[in-house]
């Protein structure tokens, strides 16, 4: 199976700041999600991400303020841009690994 | 998109066995139903999958009647460590959809 590692683990980051988080897999894979999970809520998807093409993003979510990096099959960036209270959230990395998909531990974000 | 329902919650008790189950009405053809398992302040991780009829793996079986509206998780003889929210997913690859969840707690 695929096992994921996110950076950094958790943040608190200033209002109008930019944080962007690292998700590292130990195997090349074509598909990577990023994920978003508020306090007590289920996941949401925030874009799909495959190497060489750009992100496709979800319905509520803009490449502005969620600027997604692909550089190559075994890493992906995301980054929250000018944050604000409501972007307080867990961020995971997910993956697609022959048929299973596989989440990384999240990042633990608040936005003060 | 098929959307899913499930219970919100439910309670059970050491050694027994708890089944959850989802509706998702809207399946489509090429629609397979994962299950996954969620901790606090964990990733969600994969439990089991299936197209059709009963799947069984060391953790866990899933139920699937012949019309796929429905899948049933069944979770053998639960523990505390149990205690979790479980998410039915119904789609494929590329197109994955987490519904509210269902949070099990397991009681002594």
């Known amino acids: 199976s695929a096992v994921i590692s996110q950076k950094p683990s958790r943040d608190i980051c200033q209002r109008g700041t930019s944080l962007t988080i690292q998700c590292q897999v130990d195997s090349q894979v074509t598909m990577m999600f990023w994920y978003r999970q508020q306090p007590g809520q289920s996941l949401t998807l925030i874009a799909t991400a495959n190497q060489g093409s750009e992100a496709t993003y979800e319905s509520g979510f803009v490449i502005d303020k969620f600027p997604i990096s692909r550089p190559n099959l075994t890493f992906s960036t995301l980054t929250v841009s000018n944050m604000s209270p409501e972007d307080s959230s867990i961020y995971l990395c997910s993956v697609e690994d022959r048929n299973e998909q596989y989440f990384g531990p999240g990042t633990r974000l608040t936005v003060t | 998109l098929a959307k899913t329902t499930q219970p919100i919650s439910m309670d059970s008790y050491e050694g027994q066995e708890v089944n959850i189950t989802c509706s998702h009405n809207?399946?489509?053809?090429?629609?397979?139903i994962t299950w996954y398992q969620q901790f606090p302040s964990q990733g969600p991780r994969f439990i089991i999958q299936?197209?059709?009829t009963k799947v069984t793996n060391e953790v866990a079986s899933l139920f699937i009647p012949a019309d796929r509206k429905s899948s049933t998780l069944s979770l053998p003889r639960v523990s505390l460590s149990d205690t979790a929210v479980y998410y039915c997913l119904v789609g494929d690859s590329d197109d994955m959809r987490f519904g509210a969840g269902t949070r099990l707690t397991v009681k002594p």
């Open positions: 809207n399946i489509a053809t090429n629609d397979y």
């Open positions: 299936g197209y059709k």
